[in-house]
């Protein structure tokens, strides 16, 4: 497995991973915009070229916010999220950022405890933040 930076040309892979992980994707738009963003980063994981996970990361201002996390499902339990993750945290702090946050399902059990591996805390709820089902968010916060 290789990690890099995603460009522009990573956008359809992104977008078909998330399209496979979400019930509420980002549209390819979206994604694009995003790449092209200053203050967006992506990183991709590679398996024989192939993008198998990605990450999304905003940085503005020595503030974080992990936008996007998704790893193919048969590329799962391979440690991918894992990688990813601490690729993001240390990128924010070669970049002096003071915290990372980010929201998760309540229902993802397996982020939560993936998050809260790397120090990732609850700090608050919103309430009925996703649709498809209507679901609370969990927002964490890692200081940095």
Known sequence: ??????????????????KQCFSQPWSLKDIYADLVSPVATYFVAT??????????????VGEGQLT????KTEARGMGIANQLIKKVIDQAK???G??????V???NHIASHLYKKYDFKEIAVRKAYYKEPT??????????
């Open 98 to 103: 003071e915290y990372i946050t980010l929201e």
């Open 47 to 60: 398996i024989d070229n192939s993008i198998v996970g990605y990450i999304g990361f905003w940085n503005v």
């Open 68 to 71: 996007n996390l998704a790893v």
């Open 105 to 107: 399902r309540q229902s």
């Open 135 to 144: 679901e609370d968010a969990t927002i964490m916060k890692l200081n940095l």
């Open 94 to 96: 070669i970049h002096s």
């Open 1 to 18: 497995m290789h990690i890099r930076q995603a460009t522009i040309f990573d956008v359809e892979q992104i977008h078909d991973i998330e």
